[in-house]
């Protein structure tokens, strides 16, 4: 694998000069572990294997290099694997556009199925997809595709090592994918809701082929505790760069998140740089029985908006976050216990989209919207979010709130 990995730039300039096929082998834009270790243990597997192979197989992280710091697990866990940030090829080192004009591109996506609308023209390249989520649409019928619900898409990758010739496995791709899926698994818990015995299937097999593996609890716990490092990110590093729904996650727990030097100075500077009226904060940590425990803050100067947010989430029925009202420390914030843990992220946009956004939102037709990605170091809530909703123009909210507020049906006119 690491032979692989340090070869692959060489490998696309000499393509790029002969004008040879390039296949891509590309994650998702959340960039996280699952779809990092996939793309990376995919393209490895497809180079050894296929026939006489004319392309060379290139994996590529969905993200510009600048931003993978961001991603503490991924890093330290290639670093411990002794493959270098400097030998990866990141999306905006690759023209994947000019590639596919110019005829060279094939494309497999790897834990992500449906392309953003920035990349449409990319779709007649796809010939692979290989996800653990529902599919959302079909393909043509010359891709070939892999649909299952899995905890992991390193377990169908796995699976399909698994089935090739023996020996193609090495230790570095098999403790990749090992550390992979138990950390997307929660460590195989079945209280966190996510494994499947396929997950637990795969795990089992890369122990068995390489019995020198770390134990699950050592590997776990490290890579939890890389997630979860983040003393060295400013907050704008923590809130990310993708609010276009004022939502992020954070992860830590709330009372040490709010003691962060300045933080509220930083809410509000990190909203007017971006026009956003207020943002939503979901933290997330585990105990030492990996059980989730969420908590969230509502942040806004607007009080009609703030309270209008706080009204819905504590309103919501589908599902109940059941949340407790914390003491927040300033009357611009609202802060709760949210006593349902398995709502993430993706659960908590549609109750926002019915209180703020509505069909009456202005932000272009819905099918040019780019969905944002998870933010670094994410747990990969179903990303591209699959209801993601408009960017909210925050005079629009602020003038539907008001609206709201006096009594007047969302869509009615002014």
């Known amino acids: 694998m690491e032979r692989f990995v340090e070869g692959n730039r060489a490998a696309l300039q000499e393509h ?134 899995v905890g992991s898409c390193a377990t169908l990758v796995t699976e399909r090592i698994a089935q090739g010739p023996p020996g193609v496995l090495d230790r570095t791709t098999a403790t990749l994918l090992h550390g992979t899926i138990l950390l997307d698994c929660i460590n195989l818990s079945p209280a966190a809701g996510k494994v499947t015995p396929r997950d637990v299937a795969c795990v089992s097999l890369l122990e068995a082929r390489f019995p020198e593996l770390p134990p699950r609890d050592t590997i776990f716990e490290a890579l939890q505790a890389a997630k979860f490092d983040v003393s060295g990110l400013t907050t704008e590093q923590m809130l990310g760069d993708e609010l276009a729904l004022a ?32 943002l939503v904060a979901m933290t997330i940590s585990y105990n030492e029985r990996n059980e989730p425990s969420r908590q969230l803050a509502v942040y806004s100067q607007h009080e009609t908006l703030r309270s209008t947010m706080c009204r819905a989430l504590e309103e919501a029925t589908m599902p109940s976050l059941h949340l407790q009202p914390l003491l927040s420390p300033w009357s611009c914030l609202g802060t709760y216990t949210q006593g349902n843990a398995l709502a993430s992220r993706k659960k908590v946009l549609p109750i926002l989209r019915a209180a703020l956004g509505g069909p009456g939102v202005t932000g272009g037709p819905e099918e040019e919207v780019v969905p944002p990605p998870t933010p670094m170091n994410s747990l990969v809530e179903e990303c591209p979010l699959a209801q993601a909703v408009p960017p909210l123009c925050p005079q629009d909210v602020l003038e539907r709130v008001s609206r709201i507020a006096a009594g007047q049906p969302p869509g009615s006119p002014k």
Request: glycine share 6%.
């Open 16 to 149: 790029v000069r002969r004008h040879q096929e390039i296949h891509v082998v590309m994650g998702n834009e959340a960039c996280d572990l699952d779809s990092t270790v996939s793309a990376l243990a995919l393209a490895y597997f497809l180079a050894k294997t296929s026939p006489a192979p004319k392309a060379t197989f290139i994996p590529v992280l969905n993200i510009p290099r600048a931003d993978f710091a961001l991603r503490t697990e991924t890093t330290f866990l290639l670093r411990e694997q002794g493959i270098p940030a400097t030998s990866l090829i990141f999306r905006d080192e690759i023209d994947l556009g000019g590639l596919h004009r110019a005829g060279l591109l094939s494309l497999t996506l790897v834990d992500h199925h449906v392309l953003p609308g920035t990349d449409a023209a990319l779709e007649e390249a796809v010939v692979e997809v290989l996800d653990h989520r529902p599919l959302e649409r079909d393909r043509a019928p010359g891709c070939q595709v892999t649909a299952e619900l």
């Open 247 to 278: 939502i992020s996650a954070i992860y830590m727990d709330l009372e040490t998140f709010l003691r962060r030097p300045s933080l509220l100075q930083d809410l509000d500077a990190f909203c007017q740089a971006r026009g956003y009226a207020g």
